[in-house]
């Protein structure tokens, strides 16, 4: 059984069929790449939501050099069997370390290039196209929700986890890009690390993931275009960096684990 619901009425959606329909009718086409599109036009504003092409060629190809690797097998090591929804999974990267035998895997992300990206490379989990808002997912289906620095949305989160499930979140550290940030920025700061503002979850465990990665040529670049510097630096920062063949910086993730506080 899918956990997927029909994103406009909420009943559940019958995935096997072709086209997928719900009881009422609404009916959504597989892509070619095997994703489903349930991002209604009324729930995003913009008529390409989520991160640019140019974003989505970068991420995939800066993840596939494995650089963050560590933190891939790390988060698929915290997983129980079950049911694993990766929220705003971008081109599937971790999901893809996720998948197993007794899993049944999903991922999300409002960004179509990015699904479509990672409906390409892994046949063995079932991605489709949504936004945090409106996640298209029965209540109480999810085992491990896995949320990989992107905005959280807890009533959402909480509606579709199971009461004894746990949310992975994993924001950036302190030193998180660093060595990247030295070279764009005169006075780099440190990422603020706030705890989760909700009265939904409550924390069970924390670890932190440090170490150092040296960029080598074009991954530079590909590094600054996967992270929100890149929307937010002045040209005289990225142009310095793209002076620069090799990149050494350190990368700090802070992996949290959530439970539901039960009311
Ligand atoms: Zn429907």
Redesign the pocket.
């Known amino acids: 059984m899918s956990i997927i619901?029909?994103?406009?009425?909420?009943?559940p959606?019958n995935t096997k069929e072709k086209p997928c329909?719900?009881?009422?009718?609404?009916s959504f086409d597989r892509a070619k790449e095997g994703y489903l599109n349930l991002l209604l036009s009324n729930q995003h504003k913009s008529r390409h939501p989520g991160d640019s092409p140019q974003s989505c060629k970068a991420r995939r190809a800066f993840l596939s050099s494995g650089y963050y690797e560590p933190l891939a097998i790390f988060v698929a090591s915290l997983l129980s069997d079950g049911t694993v929804l990766d929220a705003c999974c971008g081109e599937g990267y971790y999901t893809s370390f996720m998948t197993g035998e007794n899993r049944a895997v999903y991922g999300f992300d409002i960004a179509k290039d990015m699904i479509k990206l990672a409906s390409k490379r892994d046949k063995s989990a079932e991605f489709f196209v949504a936004g945090i808002n409106n996640i298209p997912v029965e209540e109480k289906s999810v085992d491990t929700l896995t949320h990989i620095f992107a905005p959280v949305n807890d009533s959402e989160f909480s509606r579709i986890l199971k009461d004894d499930g746990i949310m992975i979140d994993v924001i950036p550290g302190a030193d998180h890009l660093m060595g990247l940030k030295s070279i764009l920025y005169d006075e780099p700061y440190k990422n603020p690390v706030s705890p989760l503002d909700s009265s939904l979850f409550r924390q069970q465990d924390e670890k932190t993931l440090k170490y150092d990665i040296t960029a080598e040529g074009e991954d530079v670049m590909n590094l600054f275009h996967m992270t929100p510097y890149a929307y937010k630096t002045a040209l005289t920062g990225e142009k310095k960096l793209a002076q620069v063949s090799s990149l050494r910086t350190s990368v700090e993730f802070v992996v949290r684990i959530y439970k539901k506080s039960i009311r």
């Open positions: 619901i029909c994103p406009v009425c909420g009943k959606l329909l719900c009881e009422v009718g609404h």
